[in-house]
């Protein structure tokens, strides 16, 4: 069997399994419940297979399965659309799984100069683990002005994003609603995990995140699932005050991705964003 370092497929059926309530499947729930959720056998029907073959799946003894079964199996645990994707991911071998990852650490001249002209938006480049790999002087002084600007072109120094939300007091200290972000973050790290199963690197992460963070090694057992592409962030700025920004992600065509913050036009979180843009330092010295 295949050696995987990032995913579960046992675990993350079990995990799907029992938060199923069998009222909501028109099954009936009375007599007593050893685990709570579905039974396997219900699970095997509802999918049309077998409950010796379901069985071995979820105790990992059968480590991938067809496309159709798993589809099958993704209704029957009515899974969300991310939900479905991350069970076909790691449910099924994975291609080349010698081949090395690709090196997408490296930013284009290109894209370094439209991260630095987005001027009113905070922007950066991440790649999937979340390393920032650049930013611009916004995205640095809404997250993070006790780094050094010049940390993502140093590998050694390379800020994460969810490290730092997770183990970086003043990072973390900025949103307004922390259980959502720490949520996203892990849900939307579980959902990358299922394109890149061997990489050590992001095993090293998770690894470290899990012992450094009880918050995280919680939420990372729960198994959930979601990619975060675009959304509403609340922030408790220190300089500017209450933020609310829209985000969004965009895919790079060498595989890192572009992640920017944006307020409304003519709002009043659009003026405080404006005010970050200002050099307050040279400011209070003139």
């Not at 630095?116 to 640095?140: E, K, T």
């Not at 490290?163 to 959902?191: C, G, H, I, P, Q």
Request: proline share 6%; aromatic share 8%.
């Amino acid at each position: 069997m295949e050696h995987i370092v990032n995913t579960d497929l046992g675990g993350y059926l079990r995990q799907m399994r029992e938060r199923v309530r069998p009222e909501q499947m028109g099954l009936r729930s009375s007599g007593s419940r050893r685990v709570p959720g579905l039974r396997r056998e219900e699970v095997a029907a509802l999918a049309g297979v077998s409950q010796t073959y379901y069985t071995r799946l979820e105790q990992s003894q059968t480590a991938h399965a067809s496309p159709q079964v798993l589809l099958s199996i993704a209704r029957a645990l009515q899974l969300s659309p991310d939900e479905r994707d991350y069970l076909l991911k790691i449910g099924s071998p994975v291609q080349n799984p010698h081949e090395p990852a690709p090196c997408g650490d490296q930013v284009s001249p290109y894209t370094r100069m439209l991260v630095q002209s987005l001027g009113n938006v905070a922007a950066a480049v991440l790649n999937y683990r979340c390393d920032i790999l650049s930013w611009n002087s916004l995205y640095h002084r809404l997250f993070a002005p006790h780094i050094e600007f010049e940390a993502p072109e140093r590998a050694d120094q390379r800020p994460n994003i969810i490290k730092m939300n997770f183990l970086d007091d003043e990072v973390r200290s900025l949103y307004a609603d922390w259980a959502a972000e720490s949520e996203s973050n892990v849900t939307y790290l579980r959902f990358i995990s299922g394109d890149h199963r061997h990489d050590p690197q992001l095993a090293e992460l998770i690894g470290e995140l899990t012992i450094q963070s009880e918050e995280f090694a919680e939420l990372w057992c729960r198994q959930r699932v979601s990619n975060c592409i675009e959304g509403t962030k609340l922030f408790d700025h220190p300089v500017v005050g209450e933020l609310e920004l829209m985000y969004q992600s965009a895919d790079l065509q060498d595989g890192n991705i572009l992640k920017f913050y944006h307020a409304d036009p003519d709002s009043p979180h659009e003026a405080a964003l404006r005010l970050l843009t200002v050099d307050l330092d040279s400011v209070h010295h003139r």
